[in-house]
């Protein structure tokens, strides 16, 4: 009996032994059933295909991060509802407001005058053709700084004017009779007809308007939707109000941006 109780413990112990090699070895091999769990990529290779949850495939990508301004470097103190027109030159922020056109970064413009327009043409003299009762009148036109030569019932091209009549009056000044011609033109830029003499005429109701910068420069619009250059940048006249002594301009800088300014007449 104590050999059989011998060879039943040694039984067991082998069984015992064996079932614990069997749990080692099953426990490594779900382990790494799970560590090689195949997972879907999402780039197309059919290897990584799976039927298990699709994951998002991401890239890694580095972002280099604008360093904060330094006190100083700023475009500046703007009030609330005046802000800064701000564009980017050489890596640099630039900022101007839009209330003041600076030109050079020195000088503010101004309304100078708003005065009656006057005539473009005016007579600078005239000759009679000998034995004979025709006159030959010399025009200027002061936009152009033009002269030239017509007759009546004759067209002058560089000028754009018709000569219909042309009439010889005498005038005294200081006990001297003097003769004044008076031409009765069409003048054919502004469609209409008038009578002009060697006196400078004005257009009724028309007005130029003069700006200038503190320079002293001066910058004269004889039309409404005229334009300039002043520096760089583009001037034109949007209207004004003589009443009011004001002059809305429309501005162009060398980047091409447009912005509006009112200026005052200076009293």
């Known amino acids: 009996m104590a050999v059989l109780g011998t060879r039943n413990k040694k039984l067991i ?12 070895a099953l426990f490594v091999f779900v382990r790494g059933r799970g560590n090689s769990s195949t997972i879907n990529y999402g780039d197309g290779d059919p290897s990584h295909d799976s039927d298990s949850k699709k994951l998002l495939k991401f890239t890694k990508k580095n972002i280099e991060w604008i360093q904060p301004l330094k006190e100083g470097d700023g475009p500046g103190d703007f009030d609330l509802f005046t802000g800064p027109y701000a564009y980017v ?12 056109l600076v030109i050079d970064d020195a000088f503010p413009l101004y309304l100078a005058e708003i005065k009656p327009k006057p005539y473009r043409l005016k007579v600078e003299g005239y000759s009679r053709v000998k034995n004979s009762n025709l006159v030959i009148v010399m025009f200027h036109d002061i936009e152009s700084n033009k002269y030239g030569e017509c007759q009546v019932n004759d067209r002058n091209d560089e000028l754009r004017l018709r000569v219909k009549n042309v009439e010889i009056k005498e005038k005294e000044v200081d006990g001297v009779i003097f003769e004044v011609p008076y031409a009765t033109i069409y003048d054919e830029v502004a469609k209409k007809e008038f009578t002009v003499s060697n006196k400078r005429e004005f257009v009724d109701g028309e007005y130029i308007v003069v700006i200038k910068d503190i320079g002293g420069n001066e910058y004269i619009f004889r039309d409404v939707g005229g334009t ?9 006249l949007h209207s004004f109000s003589k009443n009011d002594g004001t002059a809305r301009l429309l501005l162009k800088d060398a980047h091409g941006q447009e912005f509006n300014k009112i200026i005052h007449l200076m009293r």
Do not use: Q, R
């Open 13 to 24: 112990f082998a069984i015992v032994v064996a079932m614990l090699g069997l749990t080692v």
């Open 89 to 100: 030159e050489n890596g640099k922020i630039v900022t101007k407001s839009y209330d003041i």
């Open 228 to 236: 300039v250059k002043i520096g760089e940048a583009s001037c034109t």
